[in-house]
């Protein structure tokens, strides 16, 4: 249900040094108890500047190489410290640590910032050992090697070989409450029209459609009333959902069958999509039937919804990126 979105690529200039402040090394225990991965010649030497949250200058003097993933602490937060198993709000860029260029960035645009668990499981090794056991408000600079990173394939899609360090530059913005297994609101009343919706024990739902036509504007239930944080206009939030086509009665899309809820943005959404969800709180369980004009309008979207389909979504709401 995304709307396109696209990622600005530079070259980071080399000639940029004279105002460029060095960065601060830590390393040990920190006063919470936990062991952050501590500085080296690499990361010390990748100079860092700029305000914090905000699109960083960064110079990398020499191709880096790095054998272990090395941290260091450009801005000190003062935050509550990220561990493992939380998750974390982001501003974050990735650089070839060959080249200097960038790989990917997330922008540092209003709500541009990515969410995602200290999970090493789930996302690069290198980038949780860069966050955990900072504060938020840091600005962080890691080395990372292929071990940690994208391992002997490299990435392709990024440019990044099996044998290439990379450079990740983070401002921890803030740490985020865990999300919800499943919406824990309070069952409101079937609204008539809509179809019906019946939940496993996990909260998986099954949406089975009326035989009628659907209807032509765009129509929201709730189906659960949470009592949590109220949902902002163009904010991140991680919901499970569930979307079928009320035409075909297939199902085309599902945060269950993954195994993990999703984070989307409410402004890179379909217009039917971000209705639904702006407004509400976290722990409800809305439900909503997007017309073509709400949805993803004359082109559809791949063979699974057509230019004159409806679609349905069931949603809950779980938490905020």
């Known amino acids: 249900?995304?709307?396109?979105?696209?990622?600005?690529?530079?070259?980071?200039?080399?000639?940029?040094?004279?105002?460029?402040?060095?960065?601060?090394?830590?390393?040990?225990?920190?006063?919470?108890?936990?062991?952050?991965?501590?500085?080296?010649?690499?990361?010390?030497?990748?100079k860092v500047s700029g305000t914090f949250d905000t699109k960083p200058t960064v110079v990398i003097t020499s191709p880096l190489t790095a054998t272990?993933?090395?941290?260091?602490?450009?801005?000190?937060?003062?935050?509550?410290?990220?561990?493992?198993g939380q998750s974390v709000s982001v501003?974050?860029?990735l650089y070839n640590a060959a080249t200097g260029a960038v790989l990917t960035s997330t922008g540092y645009a209003e709500n541009s910032a990515t969410t995602f668990a200290m999970d090493e499981t789930k996302v690069l090794p290198g980038?949780?050992?860069?966050?955990?056991?900072?504060?938020?408000?840091s600005r962080l600079v890691g080395v990372i090697p292929p071990a940690d990173g994208f391992g002997e394939a490299g990435n392709t899609q990024?440019?990044?070989?099996?044998?290439?360090?990379?450079?990740?530059?983070?401002?921890?913005?803030?740490?985020?409450?865990?999300?919800?297994p499943k919406a824990n609101g309070v069952d409101q009343?079937?609204?008539?029209?809509?179809?019906?919706?019946?939940?496993?024990?996990?909260?998986?739902?099954?949406?089975?459609?009326?035989?009628?036509?659907?209807?032509?504007?765009?129509?929201?239930?709730?189906?659960k009333k949470g009592d949590g944080a109220v949902v902002p206009a163009k904010?991140?939030?991680?919901?499970?959902?569930?979307g079928i086509n009320?035409?075909?009665?297939?199902?085309?899309?599902?945060?269950w069958a993954r195994g993990a809820p999703s984070t989307f943005n409410t402004a890179q959404v379909i217009a039917g999509f971000t209705k639904a969800l702006e407004g509400q709180k976290v722990g409800s369980q809305v439900i909503v039937i997007v017309p073509p004009a709400e949805g993803y309008g004359s082109a559809g979207a791949g063979t699974d919804i057509g230019p004159t389909d409806t679609i349905v979504f069931v949603v809950d709401i779980v938490g905020l990126g």
């Open 1 to 46: 249900m995304r709307a396109a979105t696209a990622t600005t690529s530079f070259i980071v200039s080399l000639a940029l040094v004279a105002s460029l402040a060095a960065c601060t090394s830590t390393a040990g225990t920190d006063a919470s108890g936990c062991k952050p991965t501590g500085p080296g010649t690499l990361s010390d030497s990748v």
């Open 68 to 84: 272990a993933t090395q941290r260091t602490v450009a801005i000190a937060g003062t935050g509550a410290v990220a561990n493992k």
């Open 91 to 93: 501003q974050i860029t």
């Open 127 to 137: 980038l949780v050992k860069t966050i955990e056991c900072s504060p938020a408000g």
């Open 158 to 180: 990024l440019g990044v070989t099996g044998s290439q360090s990379f450079v990740v530059v983070v401002d921890v913005l803030s740490i985020v409450a865990p999300p919800l």
């Open 189 to 223: 009343p079937a609204t008539p029209g809509f179809p019906a919706v019946v939940l496993d024990a996990a909260g998986r739902p099954t949406i089975t459609i009326p035989d009628s036509a659907p209807p032509t504007d765009l129509k929201i239930a709730v189906l």
């Open 235 to 242: 904010s991140n939030v991680v919901v499970q959902y569930e």
């Open 246 to 255: 009320w035409n075909t009665k297939k199902i085309f899309d599902e945060s």
